[in-house]
């Protein structure tokens, strides 16, 4: 007979799960709204609380390109956006395929949620084996990379 820690384990996966394949089963109708919203030469600065750079944790740097949002300064992590409107960013990064470099299977989701109003954001991970779903939080400020004449999204939202 499973444990209740296994249960439960399981029930928060499945629940993570299918809130991803919940958010891609919506991208098919975001996915127009996405190409014409903001986002263009805008940069994130994420912070997340307990981390700071003295302790070796940069700020989480997110960069558009395109229909990619992407981690600087290295771009390993690049999500492709799901929705991105005036109020909030959706995005996912995926794979599940064999990966040579560690010579097994490799199958993950994470999404990534950002409220373009209060800067919050939510990262959540998940992996088909034997570690758990992490979750990150922090809170976020964009900086508007674009031509001084250019720019509609570089005012403190209210």
């Not at 912070?47 to 003295?54: A, D, K, T, W």
């Not at 560690?102 to 994470?110: K, N, Y």
């Not at 939510?122 to 809170?139: F, K």
Request: glycine share 6%.
């Amino acid at each position: 007979m499973p444990t209740r820690t296994a249960m439960m384990y399981c029930a928060i996966r499945a629940a993570i799960l299918a809130l991803m394949f919940g958010v891609l089963w919506v991208a098919s109708s975001n996915m127009a709204r996405s190409q014409t919203a903001a986002g263009a030469g805008e940069t994130w600065v994420c912070v997340e609380p307990g981390r700071s750079l003295r302790e070796g944790y940069p700020p989480l740097e997110l960069a558009f390109e395109g229909d990619l949002l992407i981690e600087q300064p290295l771009g390993a992590t690049r999500y492709r956006l799901i929705a991105n409107t005036r109020y909030a960013i959706i995005a996912v990064d995926d794979y599940a395929d064999f990966d040579h470099a560690l010579g097994q299977v490799s199958i993950f989701a994470s999404t990534l949620v950002l409220d373009r109003i209060t800067g919050a954001f939510a990262i959540t991970t998940t992996t088909l084996s034997e570690t758990p779903p992490t979750h990150r939080t922090g809170r976020c400020r964009v900086f508007d990379n674009r031509p001084p004449g250019d720019r509609t999204l570089a005012r403190k939202a209210p």
